[in-house]
């Protein structure tokens, strides 16, 4: 029989709040990307004409942070759905063993 494994609830959600975290950070990049796309005046009145340049490129860097940032909440959630999943079962565990020890008379 093998040696199974443990898992810490506590742990996944420690991971979820990091990946939390993360994405605030990615948040916080699209929202100062958003600003210098709004700004015409952004990269100086010299260097004015980079900015259609990187156009396209700033654009597809947009929809790879939203999607990074997107897949880090799903990430989280999925990480506190699994920690409630395992506490769940170990509670249902631990009261079916405690009927059937009281059961046994034990």
């Excluded at 898992?7 to 990307?33: C, I, Y």
């Excluded at 796309?37 to 004409?49: P, R």
């Excluded at 920690?83 to 059961?103: I, V």
Aim: a negative charge; aromatic letters at 10%.
């Amino acid at each position: 029989m093998g040696s199974g494994y443990t898992v810490e609830p506590e742990e996944l959600r420690e991971h979820a709040r990091f990946l939390d975290t993360l994405k605030e950070r990615f948040d916080a990049v699209m929202n100062a990307s958003a600003y210098i796309e709004q700004d015409d005046e952004a990269y100086g009145t010299l260097c004015g004409w980079i900015s259609g340049c990187l156009e396209e490129r700033h654009r597809t860097q947009d929809e790879i942070t939203s999607y990074l940032a997107e897949n880090f909440t799903i990430a989280a959630n999925a990480l506190r759905a699994v920690a409630d999943g395992y506490e769940t079962s170990d509670s249902e565990s631990q009261t079916a063993f405690s009927e059937l020890r009281d059961r046994m008379g034990m």
